[in-house]
């Protein structure tokens, strides 16, 4: 029978074996999802819909949760999520809207604009951030910008308008959404210079050849031409943001506080915490039925979200086929 | 649903820019236009293109000076072969020698397990790929897998493992409860991380591999399966190289799964029987080490954090240098396009 | 400053062992421990003292992320031992306490900060975010506002504190909850308009400024003699009567006089 098994296999035998492989992992992932859902359910039964919004003291209820046995009572499973909800949206929108600009103009520069030897100096420098792993950012947070932001920029009076609600110790919303600028913007920055890289010079000399200079023919042609790959771009970099939990952990000051902007300039220094961060907090009380479920639902809220994000790239990108420049 | 490319792959396979007859000047006489004759909110969207570029190299030489600086001040050789040891207030002492080795092991369980896995689907996908509703599954999942942070990927690891059925993987403790953490849990939820840059190399691989290497291959009776085995693959020998290169930067890059599902500092294996007790047995890696050693951990030593992030950065950029030797290598010896280029 | 539950310094005490020695005997034991902060030097040192005493017996894997947590662990079987640092609850049936040390909860401030006395009223106004800045407390060198830092909601030091030296009532919602002790000391020791709490192993480790309550100073003398108000006890708790291994071990830190020893290096026996 080895002899059998040794002799070349028939194409049909091997077709199989491969495809149950390739087959096993969908499986897996599906079957992973409906047990993490299993296990989550009973937040969603106890709370239905409104768990996404407002409502109640968090901290308060998360308390409650890990103080509870192995048979609590309804109200302990009571919980909003929407500050991790509107923490996770400040912080990876506003570090979208801000990667976008600066990878766009980024890319026109070493696209367009940088003589070919910045360009050689300028990318290399463009794949080392994109490669440097996420806690040596999160080091550099709170080991260099923390304490900058707290000791020298914060003052005191500050501190003090928002005393009775929270503390400010510099880790907060603007040291949060710097890090993950720098963190996501090679990402769209590869992506859009490659689209604008494979744009047909064609049609760029074109609209030079109408009068335009060089950047203004960029702005008019090139980069509506581009549209799908900014869709990705961003697509790609909010997931990447959405997903960050050790370095806005390190970072976002650990209290789960809804930032209010109409504080001002203190609203950039105000603490929060997002969906990731909350769920590598609180992985911990996994034990306690409530906890546990509550963290399973934000893993799947945050799988969901993931999903969405994609799909809805793929729908944005649908009108914008005829952009399309390859092919 | 179309998968964006690797991100990576543009920065890896741009190398020299071509020649551009609008910046060089103009072939035959094109008169470039100055930008003095510009309007105002052209020079400022000028300036601020090159205040970018510029601002992002600052950025990453800031980065990489600072850690060298500290790196260099800290990282000691006795640091690296030293067990780490925690005294009694928490702090952490000694070296950084398990964490090393744990990056190490991680790696390799979460490439052994992840390859035969995407070099399988990617076989099937590029070469059979019936029927086309099973093929889009795949690649559904795959991307699904792909776009999935890194701290869900953790905790449905968490959930999985903590399964009484799944206890030999980590240990029982009196109780009965299932520990759920261990080298081979985290091992393998690496796994998921390393799957899909793999799967897509390789994929991109087989299908660039050009048609007459096939028909040949056809030609002189052998199957299609003795052709991926003995054609096919061995040509992408180095995409599939770069893609596991890539997975493993990945691998090394992770912090959240590791702190989740490898509750620990020093190795420590579990059972009596060697291989396999190591394999359930708990430990760190450098990621959770720095992350401890950190203000947000209990270690409290941020020297020994910069160090650590130090090594950490260098075996980065040794990887990147791998993935661009690799790509140099294969462009030059079989003329067909690197990883991921623009097909 | 930052919200981190970790159930994951767990440190094996001399189960390295297995590394450097295939372990003989596969009748080893492994007993789990987990739970408070405060009680965790405590209790690493007194397993380290047993597994020397009975080598290649028993090996632990103790691990952290406060009273709560491992009472929820223990309840749920998922780990053998529970260590707690507060009184038993109504909530608590079914486990059993067993108590094993006293420990003193000392008020502490940033070693720049010497204030040398706080009397209960001003520490509760103080916590309780009535009192803001350091100018309105007689006896303190910090300026500006004060920064409270309290323990997340799983600390068992967390609920002595507030029954014993804060009359019951909650400490202020805008304080920084640190996770464990150690963030604790960590947050204090680098603010110097920092105020907390720690158990006296803690805040007598140097690098904090420890205050006295009512007059009298928080250390083991004190706390041993009953003149100081906040002292409360570290118990092991098991689901059911303690049985096998960690029984054993119970047994032994209650009765023997090495298991005294170490617990009167810095804290207070019991009886």
Known sequence: MIERLRRPWPDHRAERLLGAVSLSIGVGVVAMVVFVATKAWPIFQHNGIGWLFGGGDFETEVAKMSAATTSPAASVYHLRVWPLIYGTLLTSGIAVVLGMVIAVLSSVFIVELAPARVSRVVIPMVRLLASVPSVIYGLIGILVLVPFVGNHVISNQEKTSVQSVVQLTGAGLGVTVVILTIMITPIMIALICEALASVPPSWREGAIALGLNPLRAVRAVTLKAIRPAIVAAAVLATARALGEAVVVQMVSGGKTFSPRPSDGVVFWFEPLRTLASGILDYHDGISSPPLGATVYALALLLLFAAFALSVTGYLVKLPLRKYQTRG | MSTPPPFSSWLWSWRDPKPDPIKAGGSGGGRRSSPMSWRWGDRLVLVAAWGSGIFLCVVAAAIVLYMGYRGIQDLRPALIFSHPRVGETGGFSGGFLDPLLGTLFLTVIGIVLALPLALASAVWIAEYGRPSWLARVVESSIEVVAGTPDIVIAIFGLAIFQVSLLAPFSFTSEGGGVYGRSFIAAGAMMSLLALPPVYAATRDGIQSVPAHMREAAFALGKTRITTIRRVLIPSVRSNIATGVTLGISRIIGSTAIVIILLGGLNIEPQGSVPGIGLLRGTGSSLTSYIYEASPAGEGGAPEKAYAAAFLLLIFVLALNLLVDRIGRAQARSTGMPTVGAVV | MHRIRRLSVALTVAGVVGVAAPVAASATSLVTVSGATSSYPLVALLAAKYVKLHPHKVRFKIAQGGTTVGINDVKNGHVTIADVAQEPTGADAGL????????????????????????????????????????????????????????????????????????????????????????????????????????????????????????????????????????????????????????????????????????????????
Request: charged share 15%.
């Open chain 3, 96 to 271: 059993d306490f067993y108590p094993i040390a006293k420990y003193a909860i000392c008020v502490v401030t940033n070693k720049a900060n010497t204030l040398s006395n706080l009397t209960p009223s001003e520490v509760t106004s103080i916590f309780t975010g009535k009192t803001k800045t350091w100018s309105s407390v007689p006896g303190a060198t910090a300026s500006g506002n004060i920064d409270v830092y309290s323990r997340t909601a799983v600390a068992g030091v967390l609920t002595s504190f507030k029954s014993l030296l804060l009359e019951g009532k909650s400490v202020v919602s805008a304080a920084t909850e640190e996770a464990t002790e150690g963030l604790m000391r960590q947050a204090v020791e680098s603010d110097p308009s920092g105020i907390g709490f720690l158990s006296n192993y803690q805040a007598n480790k140097g690098g904090l400024n420890s205050v006295e309550y009512n007059g009298v100073a928080c250390n083991q003398t004190t706390a041993a003699s009953g003149q100081y108000a906040g002292v409360s006890v570290f118990f092991e708790v098991t689901k059911g009567p303690a049985t096998g291994a960690a029984a054993a071990f119970i047994h032994w830190v209650e009765r023997s006089p090495a298991a005294k020893k170490i617990i009167a290096s810095e804290w207070i026996t019991i009886g």
